[in-house]
């Protein structure tokens, strides 16, 4: 071997060795189980905005379709959901309990989806005497409203017990005739195309693994190439389908306290998640308000 040539060899050797070195401090791409990237994450993310319960007078509450959240959304001819819950609960089981319902993975995809399209607001119960003597012994709480401000029949989750599919149903309920195409049909789409934009980055995550492994391999370089090329152009058709996707769709903006899954802000914690990342107009991590 010319010297040049071992020169580059120890070189990319190096260059390879620093890379899995970062690669291993970071948790590795492919050694153990695969941890949803952000991007993907904050696609199907469940975002609430706290919110003031309605006026109490002489212990009489207001109806909750009279906050300002519900009518601003009526007024757009949007959906909206609040979830009432009580602030005053230890934190723990509370985390448990809405990881359960507003789950991080494949399984939680659709209902994030759907809740995408609702103006979501969370409201503290426990602030407000009469609230919480009426709602109390109801809570956890979920409240929809259709696009006329309609109050559909509300799902409780009493004793902290997660039903997905209960939340799921009256989020159907609620959009209909509200989105073209019909919600349920939009969120299974779609989930569909964030799986498989996942299939994507993990794939192009294997490809820089090898890549960086190969050294100084050009035979290993040259097909860890052409994957990294592959995945590149399937990640590209991919975005283009769900910037066409969402496109059709009209995304009120989100809130700012995120909910459920790996949650990098406690409960409790206003200012919550950025809300940046994809919120209806592709990947470009802009807000959507909806209008």
């Given at each position: 071997m010319?010297?040049?040539q071992?020169?580059?060899?120890?070189v990319l050797?190096l260059?390879?060795?620093?890379?899995?070195?970062?690669?291993?401090?970071?948790?590795?791409?492919?050694r153990?189980p695969w941890r949803?990237?952000?991007e993907?994450?904050?696609?199907?993310?469940?975002y609430?905005?706290?919110?003031?319960?309605?006026?109490?007078?002489?212990?009489k509450?207001?109806?909750?379709?009279?906050i300002?959240?519900?009518r601003?959304?009526?007024?757009a001819h949007?959906?909206?959901?609040?979830?009432?819950?009580?602030?005053?609960?230890?934190?723990?089981?509370?985390?448990?309990f809405?990881?359960?319902?507003?789950?991080?993975?494949?399984?939680?995809?659709?209902?994030?989806i759907?809740?995408?399209?609702?103006?979501?607001?969370?409201i503290d119960?426990?602030?407000?005497p009469?609230?919480?003597?009426?709602?109390g012994k109801?809570?956890?709480?979920?409240?929809?409203?259709?696009?006329?401000?309609?109050?559909?029949?509300?799902v409780?989750m009493t004793?902290?017990?997660?039903?997905p599919?209960?939340?799921e149903?009256?989020?159907d309920?609620?959009?209909?005739?509200?989105?073209?195409?019909?919600?349920?049909?939009?969120a299974?789409?779609?989930?569909k195309?964030?799986q498989?934009l996942?299939?994507v980055?993990?794939?192009?995550?294997?490809?820089?693994?090898?890549q960086?492994e190969?050294?100084?391999?050009?035979?290993?370089?040259?097909?860890?190439?052409?994957?990294?090329?592959a995945?590149?152009e399937?990640?590209?058709?991919l975005l283009?389908?769900?910037?066409?996707?969402?496109?059709?769709?009209?995304?009120p903006?989100?809130?700012?306290?995120?909910?459920?899954?790996?949650?990098p802000?406690?409960?409790?914690?206003?200012?919550?998640?950025t809300?940046?990342?994809?919120t209806?107009?592709?990947?470009?991590?802009k807000?959507n308000?909806?209008?």
């Amino acid at each position: 071997m010319r010297p040049i040539q071992l020169f580059l060899a120890v070189v990319l050797a190096l260059l390879a060795a620093e890379t899995l070195e970062a690669q291993r401090r970071m948790g590795g791409r492919n050694r153990g189980p695969w941890r949803r990237p952000e991007e993907i994450t904050n696609r199907v993310a469940v975002y609430f905005r706290e919110v003031r319960g309605p006026e109490t007078k002489d212990g009489k509450v207001a109806d909750l379709g009279t906050i300002p959240l519900v009518r601003e959304a009526a007024a757009a001819h949007q959906v909206a959901v609040l979830y009432l819950h009580d602030g005053a609960l230890e934190d723990r089981p509370v985390r448990t309990f809405e990881s359960a319902l507003f789950r991080a993975d494949v399984r939680g995809d659709e209902l994030g989806i759907k809740l995408r399209l609702f103006h979501c607001g969370q409201i503290d119960i426990s602030a407000d005497p009469a609230l919480q003597d009426r709602f109390g012994k109801k809570a956890p709480l979920f409240v929809a409203f259709d696009k006329s401000g309609k109050e559909l029949r509300p799902v409780s989750m009493t004793g902290m017990k997660p039903n997905p599919t209960a939340l799921e149903s009256l989020l159907d309920r609620a959009s209909r005739g509200a989105f073209k195409p019909a919600l349920p049909s939009f969120a299974k789409k779609y989930g569909k195309l964030v799986q498989d934009l996942e299939k994507v980055l993990k794939q192009r995550a294997a490809a820089e693994e090898a890549q960086a492994e190969a050294g100084g391999d050009r035979a290993k370089q040259n097909k860890a190439n052409k994957q990294l090329e592959a995945a590149g152009e399937a990640e590209q058709k991919l975005l283009q389908e769900e910037q066409e996707l969402l496109a059709e769709m009209r995304f009120p903006e989100r809130g700012s306290k995120r909910l459920g899954g790996r949650r990098p802000n406690r409960r409790g914690n206003r200012a919550g998640n950025t809300g940046k990342g994809n919120t209806g107009k592709g990947n470009t991590g802009k807000g959507n308000a909806g209008g």
